[in-house]
Structure formats: structure tokens, C-alpha cells
């Protein structure tokens, strides 16, 4: 059984701390990822006046946050424009490629994107794709070969201006099999790779999952008959869950699973089919998230 993994990097300290820390994990498990960074301004702590909406304060909550995150994630951008993390951490985001991972553009403004892709139109989706891609591509010396949405939230229009971008695929959207989205009828070239399992913040403190069976909760979720993508945060499995998930990495290689980069799924892929990208919700999340259309059944089935 193999598993795609995904690192999302979400902030300053989730690349500063996080993402070296997951370098060195995964050089020691022969494992090669794919990381999304988020790149421009960390103004995460704006994502406070969500606190108001009783979902999101009671997964704050239930997630214990400032353990999770910690108080300079929280409160970064609020009383001042947060730190553009592609300029003062570079060499960090590159050591990741060095190392052989897959890099890809998470975002250009995290919150911005989270709080305003339902009112942004054609032009500000493209120049906030384009702002990434730019500072990424003077990273990198090359442009990146992957994106990935902040929180799931993905729509037509997205996926239309990703078009733009030489992105060899996207995971932008939750669902169970690698597809080609279908907009207006129009098949897309660009390959779809939904994450398939639930992420930490959404599994823990929930029917039971408890920091010591997690991991055991988890594995159960993966399958050999169908795709498994897991998505792990720097800021989480980075820093603040890392010791459990260097245990995840090992029960799962005891087991005999294998984990790769999201790519390599696609080179292993038989045959893609097409579909579209609607919006839904997930136990667990508040808000709505991108979901592939013909697997809502499934996660209907097993919310």
C-alpha cells in the first residue's frame, strides 16, 4: 500500500521550525514528499475574528490551538503586516527541493485567500497565483511544478486561471481518485490529486480519537484498493505532533506502506478520468471545502 503525502506549510514558523524538522524525518525514513508553501505575507493571526462562529472556536478548542500553533502563529498580521515568508526564509523552501522533494505553490497570502476566494474574480485569483508563482520561481530557479488551495477552497474560476501555469498537477480539492476537472463542460488539462484522508485537526478530540490511538485510527482509514493521500501540516507534524508522527511513519512502514510524493501517483495513474469540482462540507471543518462531484457519496458514507 502506498500513500501520497503532502506537507502544507502554512506560516513563518511552520517553514522556519517545521519544514527542517520534516526534511530530517523524512531523510532518515528514505521518504520523498510534496510540501506547498505559502509564500507571501503571514497574517494568519486575522483568521481571530473567526473565533465569533461557534464551529471554528470550537475546534480551536478541540484541536487546542495555541499548543498546536502557538501564540506567534495567532497573532501574526494583526497588529502589523505579517513578515513576507518567501523573502526571509528562502533557503529553507529551497533546501526542500534540494533534498528531492516535489515544491509546489500553496499560496501567495494564506488568510487572504482562505477569507476572500469567494468574492475574487478572474484578475485577483490570477495575480495572487502570480505573485507566488513569481517569488517561488526566483526561489527556486524554475517555476514550480504543483499547487494546492489553501484549505480546500477551490472553485471554477480557480481552476480555470491555473490553466496559466505550468503546473504538471493540482490538489486542490478532497475526493477519492485522480481526475481531470470538467468546467462548463470543458475538459481541463491539468490533473486533479484530492486528498483522500482526514487531516489531524479534523480527526482529533472526535468520536474518540485521542492523541495516544490516533495514529491507530488513521491507518485504519487507509486502504489498498483505492488512493490514499494524506496532507500533514509543518506547523503540526512539524513541530507541535512530530514525535507522533515519526510513530505514524514507522507502525505504517511496519505494516509495509510505502509513502511517495504526490507525482508519482499521477506517473503510476492507469487512466484519468474526468469530473467536476463542487463544494460541500466535511465533519470536522468549518466552512465549505472543494470536493471531486462523484465522490461525495463516500464522504457522505463516512462523515
Not at 23 to 43: E, Q, T, Y
Request: with cysteine.
Amino acid at each position: 500500500m502506498r500513500i501520497g503525502l503532502r506537507v502544507d506549510v502554512d506560516t513563518f514558523r511552520g517553514t522556519r521550525l517545521g519544514v527542517p524538522n520534516l526534511c530530517r524525518l523524512f531523510a532518515d525514513h528514505a521518504i520523498n514528499a510534496s510540501f506547498f508553501f505559502s509564500v507571501g505575507p503571514d497574517n494568519m493571526g486575522r483568521h481571530l475574528w473567526r473565533l465569533l462562529r461557534p464551529k471554528f472556536l470550537f475546534k480551536m478548542l478541540r484541536t487546542k490551538a495555541t499548543r498546536l500553533y502557538g501564540w506567534d502563529i495567532l497573532f501574526k498580521g494583526t497588529l502589523w503586516p505579517g513578515p513576507v515568508i518567501g523573502k526571509k526564509l528562502e533557503s529553507v523552501i529551497s533546501s526542500a527541493a534540494e533534498a528531492g522533494h516535489e515544491v509546489g505553490l500553496h499560496a501567495w497570502d494564506h488568510h487572504a485567500w482562505q477569507a476572500h476566494v469567494d468574492t475574487m474574480d478572474a484578475a485577483a485569483v490570477h495575480q495572487s497565483l502570480r505573485r507566488g508563482v513569481d517569488l517561488l520561481t526566483k526561489i527556486l530557479g524554475r517555476p514550480p511544478m504543483c499547487s494546492a488551495v489553501p484549505g480546500w477552497k477551490c472553485n471554477d474560476l480557480v481552476l480555470k486561471e491555473k490553466g496559466s501555469f505550468s503546473f504538471r498537477y493540482n490538489s486542490d480539492c478532497r475526493g477519492d481518485s485522480i481526475f481531470l476537472p470538467l468546467v462548463d463542460d470543458e475538459q481541463l488539462a491539468q490533473p486533479q490529486i484530492p486528498v483522500t484522508l482526514p487531516t489531524y485537526d479534523e480527526m482529533i478530540g472526535r468520536h474518540g480519537v485521542t492523541e495516544s490511538n490516533y495514529n491507530d485510527r488513521l491507518l485504519a482509514e487507509c486502504s489498498e484498493d483505492r488512493l490514499n493521500v494524506l496532507t500533514i501540516h509543518a506547523e503540526a507534524e512539524g513541530i507541535a505532533c512530530f514525535d507522533m508522527f515519526d510513530r505514524f511513519l514507522k507502525a505504517a512502514e511496519a505494516q509495509g506502506v510505502s509513502f511517495v510524493a504526490l507525482g508519482a501517483l499521477l506517473d503510476d495513474c492507469p487512466e484519468i478520468y474526468s469530473s467536476r469540482v463542487v463544494q460541500d462540507t466535511i465533519s470536522g471543518r468549518e466552512g465549505w471545502v472543494a470536493w471531486q462531484e462523484t465522490s461525495k457519496s463516500y464522504h457522505e458514507g463516512n462523515g
